[in-house]
């Protein structure tokens, strides 16, 4: 029987790790400069959870998570984490902490979606959320901005940001009625989800993407019209921190994201290169959801989860993915007596920080050095009995096929400097 990983599901290779690794140490730096700290958090947890959370009618709970019976619990793999940061937030009293508690996470998730490319069953989500007595737009605003400079500090090319406000609980409910309202006149003329979504979640049909809706949708009443006094002071805000920070936006209307316990901010930024699926990250404000989970009623909260995998395919594709790296030597041993050597010097170059293959057993030289080319080295450094007598090392730069001897001590500076020069 032959093993394959399963469908939806895939295994990160090197090179493309190391573009992983790299991303994940970018959102670490980036983050970590605006005062955010890691919280991992666990794979799985009660059913409940994510049914109270992200919301029981939404597409994630109702059909896509992946539960099973554990005893007399339903567990489920976690399709996004925010609900378990919430719950960490309240199970670890945290409320108490002084300030806004500013939290970042990256790990995968879990949905049972169709796979094509950018949709994965098992993906990946880097994101940051920020919990405490605040709502000030200012967070908003900030959170938004640290995104854009992690995206910068990867030199991602052509993202863009889709802002909207979709109201809160005093706003909201008449807007969603008015909307069902409306969906009800147009009905027949909508597909079967869109149908179901009037009366379970009339805001998911903005979400649309089917074309014959597209002209019904764009005449139904917007958001931005029907929002409260505070929601209204709130966006415009939100609005003009985004400007303080020199950041452009679009108003996107009909931006009402697929999870239930976003209220007022919600963004998306979306990145070239990805074809239909071109969000690489959705975030939003979710005051409620705190007290949702048992928590204080006080507690605002806001984030983010960015799709890495999303950002790592637009990354490439754009050329920004390359990652510096490969095998600085290869230490090429001839002889008992010069393998002693080459184990210990092995051992210095490694702890200066270069990449070194050692030979485990004796090769003929052609073999040898031939490894070293089809390893892409980019130095063979040659020690044989007659080096070993003399004192010093032959290095032979694999790109252009110069060679030189060289005194060990001098051998250090010589690959830095041929290293710098890159
Ligand atoms: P969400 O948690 O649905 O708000 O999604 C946040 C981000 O995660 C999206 O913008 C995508 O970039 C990414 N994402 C969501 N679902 C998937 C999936 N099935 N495969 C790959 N990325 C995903």
């Not at 290169?273 to 204080?296: H, K, T």
């Amino acid at each position: 029987m032959k093993f394959q990983a399963i469908k939806g599901v895939r295994d990160i290779l090197p090179p493309e790790s190391a573009l992983w690794n790299r991303v994940e140490q970018a959102a670490r730096d980036v983050f970590g400069t605006f005062g955010f700290a890691e919280i991992r958090l666990p794979i799985f947890e009660q059913t409940e959870l994510f049914a109270r959370s992200v919301g029981q009618e939404t597409d994630i709970v109702s059909k896509e998570m992946y539960s099973f019976q554990d005893h007399d619990s339903s567990i489920s793999l976690r399709p996004e984490a925010t609900a378990s940061v919430v719950r960490a937030y309240i199970e670890h009293g945290m409320q108490t902490l002084p300030g806004n508690v500013k939290l970042y996470y990256m790990g995968p998730m879990f949905r049972r979606e169709r796979p094509q490319k950018g949709r994965y069953r098992q993906f990946y989500q880097i994101g940051a959320e920020v919990l405490g007595p605040s709502d000030a737009p200012g967070i908003d605003a900030e959170v938004i901005e640290m995104l854009l400079a992690f995206f910068e500090r990867l030199q991602l090319k052509g993202a863009v940001l889709n802002i909207n406000s979709i109201g809160d609980k005093n706003c909201r409910p008449a807007y969603v009625e008015l909307l069902r309202a409306e969906l009800q006149k147009v009905r027949e003329q909508l597909g079967a989800d869109s149908q179901r979504r009037i009366d379970t979640n009339p805001l998911r049909v903005l979400d649309s993407k089917l074309e014959h809706e597209q002209a019904i949708i764009e005449k139904l009443p917007h958001i931005a019209d029907h929002l409260c006094a505070e929601c209204r002071a709130h966006y415009d805000e939100v609005k003009r921190q985004l400007a303080l920070r020199g950041i452009t936006y679009q108003e996107n209307w009909r931006l009402v994201r697929g999870l239930d316990y976003y209220m007022r901010t919600t963004f998306e930024i979306t990145a070239p290169g990805l074809g239909s699926q071109n969000a690489v990250c959705g975030g939003g404000r979710y005051d409620g959801l705190v007290e949702l989970l048992g928590g204080q009623a006080t507690t605002k909260g806001i984030g983010f989860a960015i799709g890495t995998d999303r950002l790592l395919l637009s990354l490439q594709e754009s050329g920004a993915g390359e990652v510096e790296g490969g095998l600085d030597v290869y230490l090429a041993w001839f002889g008992a007596a010069a393998q002693t050597a080459a184990i210990k010097l092995a051992r210095r170059l490694r702890d200066a920080g270069f990449v070194v293959e050692l030979p485990a057993v004796e090769m003929k030289f052609g073999k040898s050095l031939g490894l070293a080319d089809r390893l892409k080295a980019r130095h063979a450094v040659i020690l044989g009995e007659d080096e070993l007598a003399a004192g010093v090392v032959a290095v032979k730069n694999l790109a252009d096929g110069t060679q030189n001897k060289l005194a060990e001590q001098d051998l250090f500076s010589y690959l830095r400097a041929s290293h710098a020069s890159d």
